[in-house]
Nanobody
């Protein structure tokens, strides 16, 4: 079974860049037909799909974040990372990394739990002014 673990700062100052890393075990992030995603859940809201990096290294970012977010990977460490620039209080959320297989990796709200097979435990990120 694939295991994922998020790491990164719990507090980020407004206007700075948030960087999170997901360490994967039990599966290779270069696996064919795999997709490795970032999702978040702001307080009182549903899951938001942020983007993925696929097994071949392609990235797909949600349109509402496209100008601020990027996803990269380190295949030597079997890790992938999220960078989110110019953060505001609206970016306060629990951030999750997750994995799925196949060509369908975009999801909305509660549907994300069914689409993504394996999840990290989540990490709370709070943006402070």
């Amino acid at each position: 079974q694939v295991q994922l673990q998020e790491s990164g700062p719990g507090l980020v100052t407004s206007s700075q860049t948030l960087s999170l890393t997901c360490t994967v075990s039990g599966g290779a992030i270069t696996s064919r037909n795999s997709a490795w995603g970032w999702l978040r859940q702001p307080p009182g809201m549903g899951l938001q799909w942020m983007g993925v990096i696929t097994g071949d290294g392609s990235t797909h970012i949600s349109s509402f974040l496209e100008s601020r977010a990027s996803i990269s990977r380190d295949t030597t460490k079997n890790q992938f990372s999220l960078q989110l620039s110019s953060v505001t209080s609206d970016d306060t959320a629990v951030y999750y990394c997750a994995s799925t297989t196949g060509d369908n990796y975009y999801c909305l709200g509660s549907g994300c739990r069914g689409l993504y097979d394996d999840w990290g435990q989540g990490t709370q990120v709070t943006v402070t002014s």
